[in-house]
Structure formats: C-alpha cells, structure tokens
C-alpha cells in the first residue's frame, strides 16, 4: 500500500482479515496504517531504494490516495501487478487532465477553462463567470479553491494562489452532491454501491446519507456515468465518482482512483465494504455483493470536536457507543487539528428517516 492515511489503514485490515500479510509506504513514522501493517516502510513515494524493495517484496501494489507520484506506480509495475494504473492516477491527480479527460469522453460536467499563466487570464469567456478557480495539482477538502465573481477577482485570485497552474470552472446552481463508489477487476465485471447523498461544511465533507434523496431514475442514471468513467479510464480497484446534480442533470465534479470518504458507509451498511473490494479487484478475486442492507448515515469527526475553549481533550465517545444503531470508527491519529479527519461514526437503520434521527441524537450528546 502506498500512503498511510485512513484509507489505507481500513484496507490493510481488511486484507489482514483475509490472511494477507501488508506492507505499507509511508514517509510518516506514526501513519495510521503502518501502525497495523506487518511492515512499515518509512520513506517518500519517490524513494528508488523504497520502491524497489517494495516491489521486489510485494506480489500486489495499490495506493489509498490520488497525490503519490504515477511515475512511482509506473515504475512499481514494470516488476509487480498495480491497480489502479500509473496512467489511471495520472488522469484524476490533476484536474486539467481530469476536466479534458471528461470532455474528450463526451461525459457531463461543468463549463471550464485552463489556465497555466497570466496570458490566459483574458482569453477567459464571460460565461464563465461567477466561477470557483481550483489548482490543478494538490487540491482537496476546499483547499486551493477561490470563488471568483469577476474578471478582476479572476487575476486576484490567480495571484493569490501562486500563478500555478488552475482550472476556472462555471458555478453551476447546484441541487445536490451525490458520489458513487464502485469497484472493478481486470476483466471489467463492476460492482456499484447505491448512490451517496453528500453534505459539505466549510468544503469538508460532514455527512453522506444512504439511500439519497433522488429519483430512481437519477439514481440509476449516476450509477451508469460512474461506471462509463470507470471503463473509460480502463480502472481497476475501488473508484469514487463525485456528482453535481444540477437542473435535473448530473456533472462529474472530480472522480478519485481510490475508496473514498463517502463510502465509509459501506463498511457497516454494506455486505462488502469498499476496501475489501480494493482487496479483491487487486488480486484477483471475485468482486463481492456491494448490496445495502441498511439505510445508513455516515458522519465525519473532525480534529475540531478535541477541542473545548481552545483546550485539547478527548471526546466522550460513551454518548455515542450508547446508541446501539451506531458504530463508531476512530483513525488512531496521535495529534488532532481542526478540520482534520480523525474518524467517523455511521448509524444504521431500517429508512433513511430513522437513521438521521439517530445519526442527529447522537451528535447532540455528544457536543
């Protein structure tokens, strides 16, 4: 596994689970799932002599986020399966290549243009505006992004956030977010989880509800785009795709090579969760039963809740392992920050209702 996060940590147990023996690569020393691999490779993505190793050690590479350098994958491969490919993670780790991926495609997103100087600022179209300027690289969670009104705000904004290379994409009125998780092997069989209903706070995800709040026709409409994105970058593994639903219609908004936050729900909500998936696809297996078996609520814990009157102390997580609909899923992250992901908590349910009434009262006693 390259990268150390959440993600790879739920991967590394489940692959655990299933008799596998894991290494991780990861430069940070405390990650959160070298802490429960059998092997902690404490180095950079690009480390020759780390890769190498790795390589040479592992019969199967994957990675648990979109950033690590595709060069790395690429290099990995020539001695050891990958999934997802280098060129996979090359298209969704930039969004200029990730925007003219879709267009090319002829799959539905928002108007946009790019912008790798200066130069190109006034060749920007008016319809363009108000727009959210974006870096193309490095870009997650709200960060590296401007609303923009005008054309003034536009070259403002530009400067601001270093001249480097960004995407100008229309605002577009939005409805609602949705996600679809699906997982895909080698020879193209997916299987897709039901849509996600997806509410952000402060450009960080807060809650995904299961089932959404769409038409069963949108519903099956989003699944099908997720899987044309999918086959269209010859995926292999777990895939996120992030939807706008705007005036009735769907526009992918990013698309991530990996499992993704708004599919924890999978984990208590699911027959299979979407890390098992990334387990099977990558070697091999067949892809397991992705059906919900429950409605459920998944809600974000930030590094914020640690916090009370500016002093850092633990919540007490006694109020929500009362409620028996509850499960509650924390990263083994040493330090808290605000804004950081320091775990979840998903509530199942027999309709959507219910579990947001559960998923509300126990925030409450919680604080």
Same mark, same amino acid.
């Given at each position: 596994? %390259?990268?150390?996060?959440?993600?790879?940590?739920?991967?590394?147990?489940?692959?655990?689970?299933?008799?596998?023996?894991?290494?991780?690569?990861?430069?940070?020393?405390?990650?959160?799932?070298?802490?429960?691999?059998?092997?902690?490779?404490?180095?950079?993505?690009?480390?020759?002599?780390?890769?190498?190793?790795?390589?040479?050690?592992?019969?199967?590479?994957?990675?648990?986020?979109?950033?690590?350098?595709?060069?790395?994958?690429?290099? %990995?491969?020539?001695?050891?399966?990958?999934?997802?490919?280098?060129?996979?993670?090359?298209?969704?780790?930039?969004?200029?290549?990730?925007?003219?991926?879709?267009?090319?495609?002829?799959?539905?997103?928002?108007?946009?243009?790019?912008?790798?100087?200066?130069?190109?600022?006034?060749?920007?179209?008016?319809?363009?505006?108000?727009?959210?300027?974006?870096?193309?690289?490095?870009?997650?969670?709200?960060?590296?992004?401007?609303?923009?009104?005008?054309?003034?705000?536009?070259?403002?904004?530009?400067?601001?956030?270093?001249?480097?290379?960004?995407?100008?994409?229309?605002?577009?009125?939005?409805?609602?977010?949705?996600?679809?998780?699906?997982?895909?092997?080698?020879?193209?069989?997916?299987?897709?989880?039901?849509?996600?209903?997806?509410?952000?706070?402060?450009?960080?995800?807060?809650?995904?509800?299961?089932?959404?709040?769409?038409?069963?026709? @949108?519903?099956?409409?989003?699944?099908?785009?997720?899987?044309?994105?999918?086959?269209?970058?010859?995926?292999?593994?777990?895939?996120?795709?992030? @939807?706008?639903?705007?005036?009735?219609? @769907?526009?992918?908004?990013?698309?991530?090579?990996?499992?993704?936050?708004?599919?924890?729900?999978?984990?208590?909500?699911?027959?299979?969760?979407?890390?098992?998936?990334?387990?099977?696809?990558?070697?091999?297996?067949?892809?397991?039963?992705?059906?919900?078996?429950?409605?459920?609520?998944?809600?974000?814990?930030?590094?914020?809740?640690?916090?009370?009157?500016?002093?850092?102390?633990?919540?007490?997580?006694?109020?929500?392992?009362?409620?028996?609909? %509850?499960?509650?899923?924390?990263?083994?992250?040493?330090?808290?920050?605000?804004?950081?992901?320091?775990?979840?908590?998903?509530?199942?349910?027999?309709?959507?209702?219910?579990?947001?009434?559960?998923?509300?009262?126990?925030?409450?006693?919680?604080?």
């Amino acid at each position: 596994m %390259l990268g150390g996060g959440q993600l790879g940590r739920f991967f590394v147990l489940a692959a655990r689970e299933l008799g596998y023996h894991t290494w991780v690569l990861d430069p940070d020393q405390s990650s959160p799932a070298g802490d429960v691999a059998h092997r902690h490779l404490v180095a950079g993505y690009d480390d020759p002599a780390a890769l190498d190793e790795l390589a040479t050690g592992c019969a199967a590479v994957t990675t648990e986020f979109e950033n690590v350098p595709a060069a790395a994958l690429a290099r %990995l491969a020539r001695s050891t399966v990958v999934h997802p490919s280098a060129d996979a993670v090359a298209t969704c780790q930039d969004r200029i290549a990730e925007k003219t991926f879709l267009r090319d495609h002829g799959l539905g997103h928002a108007p946009f243009a790019v912008l790798r100087g200066a130069g190109d600022l006034d060749a920007v179209p008016e319809s363009l505006f108000p727009g959210i300027l974006k870096v193309a690289r490095f870009g997650y969670d709200g960060r590296g992004q401007v609303p923009v009104e005008t054309r003034d705000e536009l070259a403002a904004a530009f400067a601001a956030l270093g001249g480097v290379d960004t995407v100008l994409e229309q605002r577009v009125p939005l409805e609602l977010e949705v996600s679809v998780v699906l997982a895909r092997d080698a020879g193209g069989a997916v299987r897709a989880y039901p849509p996600a209903e997806n509410r952000h706070v402060g450009g960080i995800l807060d809650t995904s509800i299961v089932p959404a709040a769409i038409s069963d026709e @949108l519903r099956d409409t989003a699944t099908a785009l997720a899987v044309e994105v999918a086959s269209a970058l010859s995926f292999v593994g777990t895939l996120a795709v992030e @939807l706008f639903v705007s005036g009735g219609r @769907l526009l992918v908004n990013e698309i991530a090579p990996r499992p993704h936050n708004s599919g924890h729900f999978t984990l208590d909500g699911c027959v299979t969760d979407q890390f098992e998936q990334q387990l099977r696809a990558l070697c091999g297996l067949p892809l397991g039963d992705p059906r919900s078996h429950s409605a459920t609520v998944m809600v974000n814990l930030l590094g914020d809740r640690w916090f009370d009157g500016g002093r850092e102390r633990e919540p007490d997580w006694s109020a929500l392992l009362a409620v028996p609909e %509850l499960r509650l899923h924390l990263y083994g992250k040493a330090t808290p920050r605000p804004g950081r992901k320091m775990g979840h908590l998903t509530v199942v349910a027999p309709d959507r209702a219910a579990a947001l009434a559960a998923a509300r009262a126990a925030l409450d006693q919680l604080g």
